[in-house]
């Protein structure tokens, strides 16, 4: 069964599912929709078809005396629910951190889903309540700016409670909820209402929904999920959950009555960047186009099925209000791009506040996607010099701090970050330039498809809008960002290492790392030994890998424990034989090796403290990517735009160290998972998503709280010492802290210690000193090459004479001179075979100079010689037979091998080349 024969199915007991008391209360009529079989409630007795065909009848025209612009349209809803005893929650944060099949928040119900095992459960803070929910989508890019009423960043309004807990309510009170919001809140008349049956499908959940209606816009859906399981085994919920969803940008348009909803729902926005870039405007046209727009992009009873992309809209517009294409276009294509930058801007101002950064992987990648969108827009109408887009940013925040005081915070942030951004795009152009230059010349007559956008994209960087600019295309493909999107939507879940077999029986292991830290001895049941190589025990106070922290070793008896891991809620031990291997039900007793445990702990802990320091030292955007942690160093991976300098480094590093000075408790409690999240936001979540209901939360002082199930130091102090010891980029927006404590962080001081003492010794200076004396010594080396070269002039003369001597006489009339040298080095050799050149026109010089692992050839062909044969000839045969290559000119030529083994035959394949 599907989605349609499940509607089907509810629609044909409409008593049961969709009549709520409302509809009797007010006089609602259930009719099917002439055109589509749908079924919907209307007060209107004409009325025979549902809102999914109707014109926007309330464009210039809307159905209420009130006019509530974004804000104010919120804080009226705000105030009806408030004062019908729902708690207003503060929204989540956009990048949905707590589930990790998301990356981005998609719907207000998301907030309180949590995945446990398989399974989705909902988790409300309060009960009912409403939420703001800023939500993330991009899968629909085309349309934004261009529909009217297409968002890549929405408020959804959600009104969500338990029905089954104290304070929900069920499917009558929300409908009269929602009816007295629309008609009190909003002002709109009943008989403009309408309501349409529909059903929902969740992971894992599903229910009947009535969506509603005013005037052809869909305002909202009230969802009731009542059954568990899928459409063809399911039961009736416990808990059954009201999830109705409300476009917040709908609520303010109806009552507005603009030509688009973008022109009411960026406050000031779109209005500034009319006057800033001089826009004509023109508002019966923009009403008339942006009214049929929205009518026909969704016209379902078109015939072919297919919906109309807005690029064949326009030409059938244009010509129903008798104006070119041309005209038409030359209109409206400033406001597309007004629109589409405004609503770009916003979801970025909203992604990065809440700890997002555009780059080429995860979901950073439709954020860079959406920016450099924007730039190339800014770039192709010319107003990269009038709009910035960080100002952009600025005019969002300062009006929408009204209504989320918490952008405000995050304002430089946001600026750093599109600054930056913005400049690599412009870097970036040159690239782009040549990409299209070559793109221009090749001239291939057949016209770029989708997959060689996306192509020239993800290698290049270059963008269908910069192409377009270039007139190397006509238009953008109205599948181009979709596509895009798609490919980088889903998270790739990590992959489970081998199973163990033998243990889905066994009880979870009692942990005795959690109950007290400290332990390092204890005696435990043995449950089962698997292939004399796996002990699980009843209890045990081994740490097992996880959470990027290494795990203990140690004995049981006398056997070597040598790994442990957990396997759902069983540790198991791995051992090394030589040992006498326990008996099923035998007590044994384990010994944890106590200096490994200890210094692990203290570079976990320190990673804890490194993470927020370099939060505090460079951004908010800083999160734990991840980590590792072992006994001699740790590693930690953050997410950050560039390269650390050497300035940064040093602040974090001297940041963590003034934590570990203040000797601040680490306070580690269990939470309910939701009051966590409540407590002490979704920073928490630095390792990632826990997956059960009750969260660990380790908490330095305040300074930095985070669900951790690794070990830690009880204070501060007990680290010691941490020192970052590299620093580099290893992928787009992700910088590796790599770093040792404690004891490991005092040897590493010691070795650079006595490495800078070799170094002072070898240079016959002191630690203190050395810098001066390498520096001397550098100089000495300088004049000593310089007294050499010097030299070598003076005695140049005579050495070339007797090397001219020597030369043998070939019968080509080459003199040649060849010599394998493992002492002296290039400087002698050239000053030597050019002054012998010289001397003697005819003469060949071939040096082989021993260097390293592998020889050097050098040859110089005196003018004479070199009409015979080139010196560049020679240099690449002779390194070619030394498994290298070389090249050169006439006069001189080099190259080089690594065949030591062939010195000889080099040499006498160079005697017959010169023959
Ligand atoms: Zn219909
Ligand atoms: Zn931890």
Redesign the pocket.
């Known amino acids: 069964m599907g989605k349609k024969e499940l509607a089907a199915l509810f629609s044909s007991n409409p008593e049961r599912y969709y009549k709520v008391s409302l509809f009797d209360k007010m006089g609602f009529m259930r009719k099917k929709?002439s055109?589509?079989e749908?079924f919907f409630w209307t007060l209107d007795i004409a009325r025979d078809?549902?809102p999914?065909?109707e014109n926007y009848g309330f464009i210039g025209k809307p159905p209420t005396n009130k006019r509530l612009d974004y804000v104010n349209a919120w804080k009226e809803t705000e105030k009806f629910f408030r004062a019908n005893d729902h708690e207003v929650v503060r929204r989540y944060p956009v990048v949905c951190r707590w589930r990790e099949d998301l990356y981005f928040t998609i719907a207000s119900i998301v907030d309180f889903q949590r995945v446990v095992g398989n399974q989705v459960v909902f988790e409300l803070p309060a009960n009912p309540l409403v939420v703001p929910q800023m939500c993330l989508r991009f899968n629909d890019i085309e349309n934004v700016g261009l529909s009217g009423r297409h968002y890549t960043g929405f408020c959804m309004i959600g009104q969500t409670c338990n029905a089954d807990a104290p304070g929900g309510y069920w499917k009558d009170k929300c409908i009269d909820l929602d009816f007295g919001m629309l008609t009190k809140g909003l002002g709109i008349k009943a008989e403009d209402i309408t309501f349409v049956e529909d059903v929902w499908m969740g992971a894992g959940a599903f229910g009947y929904s009535l969506e509603y209606f005013a005037r052809g816009l869909e305002l909202g859906n009230a969802v009731f999920t009542e059954f568990e399981g899928n459409e063809n085994d399911y039961r009736v919920m416990p808990n059954k959950i009201i999830d109705m969803g409300a476009g917040l940008e709908r609520f303010s348009w109806i009552t507005m009555g603009t030509p688009t909803s973008y022109d009411c729902c960026f406050g000031p926005v779109v209005g500034k960047l009319v006057d800033m870039t001089g826009t004509d405007t023109d508002h019966e046209v923009l009403t008339k186009y942006f009214e049929s727009i929205s009518l026909k992009l969704d016209d379902k009873t078109g015939g072919s099925g297919s919906s109309n992309s807005i690029r064949d809209l326009k030409s059938l517009i244009a010509k129903e209000m008798k104006i070119s294409e041309e005209q038409l276009s030359a209109f409206v294509a400033p406001y597309e791009a007004i629109y589409t930058i405004s609503d770009h801007i916003r979801t970025l101002v909203f992604a990065i506040s809440d700890g997002a950064l555009p780059s080429n992987v995860g979901g950073g990648y439709n954020l860079r996607v959406i920016l450099r969108r924007a730039l190339s827009i800014l770039e192709r109408l010319g107003w990269k010099n009038i709009i910035r887009v960080e100002d952009m940013a600025e005019l969002h925040i300062d009006y929408l701090r009204r209504m989320y005081p918490e952008l405000e915070d995050h304002r430089e942030d946001v600026k750093t970050i599109l600054q930056l951004e913005a400049s690599r795009y412009s870097n970036s152009r040159e690239r782009m330039n040549s990409v299209a230059m070559s793109l221009k010349s090749s001239k291939k007559t057949k016209e770029l498809n989708v997959e060689d956008l996306i192509r020239l994209y993800e290698s290049d960087g270059v963008t269908p809008d910069f192409l377009m600019e270039q007139g190397i295309i006509q238009n953008v493909p109205s599948t181009f960002y979709t596509k895009l999107a798609e490919l980088h939507t889903s998270q790739v879940s990590s992959q489970a290492s081998k199973p163990i077999p033998g243990l889905v029986d066994l009880p979870s292991t009692k942990l005795l790392y959690y109950q007290d830290e400290s332990i390092r001895h204890f005696h435990a049941k043995v449950l089962k030994v698997v292939e004399d190589k796996y002990i699980i025990l009843d209890q045990t106070a081994f740490y097992p890998r996880g959470g990027g922290q290494e795990p203990d070793t140690g004995q049981i008896e006398d056997i070597k424990v040598v790994e442990v891991t957990k396997q759902a809620d069983v540790v198991v031990h791995k051992i090394e034989g030589g040992g006498r291997i326990p008996a099923k039900e035998q007590t044994v007793h384990g010994t944890v090796n106590a200096r490994r445990r200890d210094l692990i702990t203290k570079h976990h802990t320190a990673t804890h403290v490194l993470n927020s320091s370099s939060r505090n030292a460079l951004g908010s955007w800083v999160w734990q990517n991840s980590a590792f942690k072992e006994e001699g160093y740790g590693r930690l991976d953050i997410t950050h735009h560039s390269a650390l300098t050497r300035e940064e480094v040093k602040k974090i590093e001297r940041m963590a160290n003034w934590v570990i000075r203040e000797n601040h408790p680490v306070i580690i409690k269990t939470y309910d998972r939701g009051d966590a999240e409540q407590q002490f936001s979704f920073r928490i979540y630095q390792g990632g998503v826990v997956p059960t209901s009750n969260v660990r939360i380790v908490n330095i002082n305040g300074w930095d709280i985070e669900a951790c199930g690794g070990t830690h130091v009880k204070t501060t102090g007990e680290i010691g010492l941490v020192k970052i010891v590299k620093s580099e980029r290893i992928q787009d927006g992700v910088v590796r802290l790599e770093f040792v404590a404690g004891e490991a962080a005092v040897s590493y001081m010691q070795q650079l210690d006595s490495q800078l003492a070799s170094i002072a010794q070898t240079l016959g200076s002191s630690r203190e000193k050395v810098i001066q004396s390498f520096d001397k010594a550098m100089q000495d080396a300088e004049a000593a090459k310089k007294k050499l070269r010097a030299m070598l002039r003076v005695v140049s003369g005579p050495i070339a004479k007797s090397i001219s001597e020597q030369a043998k006489r070939l019968d080509s009339g080459i003199h040649l001179y060849t010599i394998y040298d493992e002492e002296l080095d290039d400087d002698y050799h050239i000053a030597i075979g050019e002054k012998a050149i010289e001397l003697d026109k005819h003469l060949v010089y071939l040096a082989l100079l021993s260097k390293g692992q592998g020889i050097r050839v050098i040859v110089f062909a005196g003018e004479a010689a070199c009409k015979k044969v080139k010196a560049s000839a020679i240099a690449k045969q002779v390194s070619g037979k030394l498994g290298g290559s070389g090249g050169g000119d006439n006069r001189f030529g080099q190259g080089g091998g690594k065949s030591k083994d062939r010195i000889k035959e080099a040499l006498l394949l160079a005697e017959e080349v010169a023959r």
């Open positions: 929709c055109k589509c749908k078809f549902c999914d065909h």
